[in-house]
Nanobody, 119 residues
Framework: QVQLVESGGGLVQAGGSLRLSCVASGSIFQILAMDWYRQAPGKQREFVASATTGGTSYADAVKGRFTISRDNPKNTVYLQMNSLKPDDTGVYYC??????????????WGEGTLVTVSS
């Protein structure tokens, strides 16, 4: 079994910064991709950023402001969020595509961390 645990959320003023972390633990053979999604109040969950072995990608809404990075030996993905806007408010979820020690690929979600940006 694999677990994802996010941290780093909180309350910040518009224009400020936060750094989110997500640590994967358990029966991990290889992490194929680690992504961030978010869900604003009353809205559907949306893609934010992805980090795979092939590179990184971002939603248009966060390009130039957010940076995703991975620390592979620590099974950790980070999301550095700068120039935050009230529209960035929401619960941020870590998503990972992981190959376990039985060489079985499965998608996992964390429980989320709340980011609130005040105007």
């Amino acid at each position: 079994q694999v677990q994802l645990v996010e941290s780093g959320g909180g309350l910040v003023q518009a224009g400020g910064s936060l750094r989110l972390s997500c640590v994967a633990s358990g029966s991990i053979f290889q992490i194929l991709a680690m992504d961030w999604y978010r869900q604003a109040p009353g809205k559907q969950r949306e893609f934010v950023a992805s980090a795979t072995t092939g590179g990184t990608s971002y939603a248009d809404a966060v390009k130039g402001r957010f940076t995703i990075s991975r620390d592979n030996p620590k099974n950790t993905v980070y999301l550095q969020m700068n120039s935050l806007k009230p529209d960035d408010t929401g619960v941020y979820y870590c998503n990972a595509n992981i190959r376990d020690t039985n060489l079985y690929d499965e998608e996992y979600w964390g429980e989320g961390t709340l980011v609130t940006v005040s105007s």
